[in-house]
C-alpha cells in the first residue's frame, strides 16, 4: 500500500493549513498523522478508526481534526490555529486492515508556521 500526501505549506501563526493523505489500496484500518522534528522522536498527532472514531494528541487538542472519505481511502487532518511549535514534518500512517509486523508511512509534507 502506498500512501500519497499533499498540503504541507508555510503559513502565519494562527492561520490554517489541510493536509491530505491518499492510499492506493483499500486493505487498511485505523489512519492517522504523525510529525517530526529533527533531533526528537516522531509524535503521534491523530488517529482515527475505520468507523470514524478519533483520538488526538493533547497538545492539538481542540485545534486540529481528524477525518477520513473510506470511500477515497483518504484521510484529512484540518489544522486550525497553527503554533510555531507545530512545526514539523508530517507523515501520514496506516495500519493493515489484517495483521502484520509494520505499518505503512506515507514521505511526509512539510508545515512550517512563522510566528
Known amino acids: 500500500v502506498q500512501l500519497v500526501e499533499s498540503g504541507g505549506g508555510l503559513v502565519q501563526a494562527g492561520g490554517s493549513l489541510r493536509l491530505s493523505c491518499t492510499a492506493n489500496d483499500s486493505s487498511i484500518s485505523t489512519m492517522g498523522w504523525y510529525r517530526q522534528v529533527p533531533g526528537k522522536q516522531r509524535e503521534m498527532v491523530a488517529l482515527i478508526g475505520h468507523g470514524g472514531s478519533a483520538h488526538y494528541a493533547d497538545s492539538v487538542k481542540g485545534r486540529f481534526t481528524i477525518s477520513r472519505d473510506n470511500s477515497k481511502n483518504t484521510v484529512y487532518l484540518q489544522m486550525n490555529n497553527l503554533k510555531p511549535e507545530d512545526t514539523a514534518v508530517y507523515y501520514c500512517?496506516?495500519?493493515?486492515?489484517?495483521?502484520?509486523?509494520?505499518?505503512?508511512w506515507g514521505q511526509g509534507t512539510q508545515v512550517t508556521v512563522s510566528s
Open positions: 500512517n496506516a495500519e493493515p486492515a489484517e495483521y502484520a509486523p509494520y505499518d505503512y
